[in-house]
């Protein structure tokens, strides 16, 4: 199945300030998933990148708020952007992947997570 | 229901068998997944069960699905202190995965 290389794992930001994190992944996947894990809460997908189209939000997430790029085929970008606490979460990207052989078993594989912590 | 639910928390002792509850909402999902994640990491995909199964074994873990209820269990056998981790339910609903909030595994010496 596909590696996901995502930066950074952590950090901390400050109010109102904005913080971009990246994804890129070592084939090429039509499309990306980027979801937010607050605290205690499961993993909530904030919008589905698609590369030479805008990004399709999900509920209660906006593009001001979360701009996305997909440049290409094996990258893309998160912004957090007018950080507040509430924002404080962990961010991960995902893509879907084939597991197993010789019948592949349909499935999505993760990133390491972005842990951000908002000040 | 619309959520995926689980239990929030399992204690068990090393070398007991761990079971992991999970009730799903849609029918039509073809797959079922269970996802660990260890402390500091992502998601990694642990096993999947078919939804025309009724069980799946692989090594210590065990799958069962009961479709009528719509309930998925992991079961754990031998559990190890390097299985302590928060374990998801997921399922596929409009082709968007959807996980239940996760069953946290502590491991008791």
């Known amino acids: 199945s596909a590696v996901i290389s995502q930066k950074p794992s952590r950090d901390i930001c400050q109010r109102g300030t904005s913080l971009t994190i990246q994804c890129q992944v070592d084939?090429?996947?039509?499309?990306m998933f980027w979801y937010r894990q607050q605290p205690g809460q499961s993993l909530t997908l904030i919008a589905t990148?698609?590369?030479?189209?805008?990004?399709?939000?999900e509920s209660g997430f906006v593009i001001d708020k979360f701009p996305i790029s997909r440049p290409n085929l094996t990258f893309s970008t998160l912004t957090v952007s007018n950080l507040s606490p509430e924002d404080s979460s962990i961010y991960l990207c995902?893509?879907?992947?084939?597991?197993?052989?010789?019948?592949?078993?349909?499935?999505?594989?993760f990133g390491s997570g972005t842990r951000l912590t908002v000040v | 229901g619309e959520d995926v639910e689980q239990s929030l928390f399992l204690s068990v002792r090393e070398g007991d068998s761990s079971v992991i509850n999970c009730t799903y909402t849609d029918s039509s999902s073809t797959y079922l997944y269970w996802y660990k994640q260890e402390p500091g990491a992502g998601l990694q995909l642990l096993t999947y069960i078919f939804s025309n199964m009724d069980m799946k074994q692989d090594q210590r873990l065990t799958v069962l699905l009961n479709k009528k209820d719509k309930h998925l269990s992991l079961r754990i056998a031998d559990t190890q202190t390097g299985d302590s981790a928060i374990y998801f339910c997921a399922e596929v609903r409009d082709d968007k995965i959807i996980f239940g909030k996760g069953t946290r595994l502590h491991i008791l010496p």
């Open positions: 995902s893509v879907e992947a084939i597991y197993g052989s010789p019948r592949g078993v349909y499935g999505y594989t």
């Open positions: 084939s090429q996947v039509t499309m």
């Open positions: 990148a698609n590369q030479g189209s805008e990004a399709t939000y």
